[in-house]
């Protein structure tokens, strides 16, 4: 059974400052994703990793993908408080042709001025 | 560009009630999902369906059913709903390209705007 697990689940940072979260998982997986949440809204997805060594950036954020390690990071560099959010990972569990999705519990970014 | 569609946004039900959540996407996607989100659990899976006529179990399917109508809809019903059953329900749908039973690419699930239900 795949399990995900994140860590932290809460982050209080200060602007301007750096931060990573860790998100690994139990089994064999090719494809990670990372999702941002914003309270009472949707799911938004940030990046897809498809393969060992994966990187992607966009902005203030970056994720890569160890599939070796089963371990994914999502890098915030010089956070600003718009960046305030939960932010899941979820990684494929490929059953019958279909892709279901196992969200790790999420991690609540605060950013503080 | 609707994305995915799900109603009613929020109900209240009685415990023993019956209710459907309704849910659409137009993107022409072969899998559609349901999952729910409770307060440090993340999300999880209800039912899920991988093209029109087929639905399964996912993590959590007790006490729900799910009817995949077309490829457009795929609704979930509480038959008898139970204050367990309290949660923020989403809807998502993807477009799994597969051959001989392996997921040839990684794609983006989308998801609806949820659905707040509570059950007194």
């Known amino acids: 059974e795949l399990k995900v697990e994140q860590n932290p689940l809460f982050l209080s940072m200060q602007e301007g400052k750096n931060y990573t979260i860790y998100c690994n998982y139990s089994t064999t997986s090719d494809r990670l994703y990372w999702y941002r949440q914003d309270p009472g809204k949707s799911l938004e997805s940030l990046f897809v990793?498809?393969?060992?060594?994966a990187v992607k950036q966009e902005g203030r954020l970056m994720a890569s993908l160890d599939t070796k390690a089963r371990l994914s990071t999502l890098h915030i560099t010089a956070a600003v408080h718009d960046l305030s959010a939960t932010y899941f990972c979820a990684v494929d569990s490929t059953q019958g042709g279909s892709e279901k999705l196992v969200f790790g519990k999420g991690t609540k970014l605060t950013v503080n001025p | 560009n609707a994305g995915v569609t799900q109603t009613p946004k929020f109900q209240v039900l009685k415990t023993g009630q019956s209710m459907t959540l309704q849910c659409a996407q137009d993107m022409n996607h072969n899998s559609m999902y349901w999952y729910r989100q409770d307060p440090g659990m993340g999300l999880r899976l209800i039912y899920y369906?991988?093209?029109?006529?087929?639905?399964d179990k996912g993590e959590v399917p007790n006490g729900y059913n799910v009817s995949r109508l077309n490829k457009r809809e795929f609704s979930l019903r509480l038959e008898s709903a139970a204050p367990s059953q309290t949660s923020v329900y989403f809807c998502a749908s993807s477009e799994a390209r597969w051959w001989r039973g392996v997921v040839l690419s990684g794609n983006t699930i989308y998801f609806g705007e949820g659905s707040w239900l509570t059950v007194v």
């Open positions: 990793l498809l393969s060992n060594g």
């Open positions: 369906s991988a093209s029109e006529g087929t639905t």
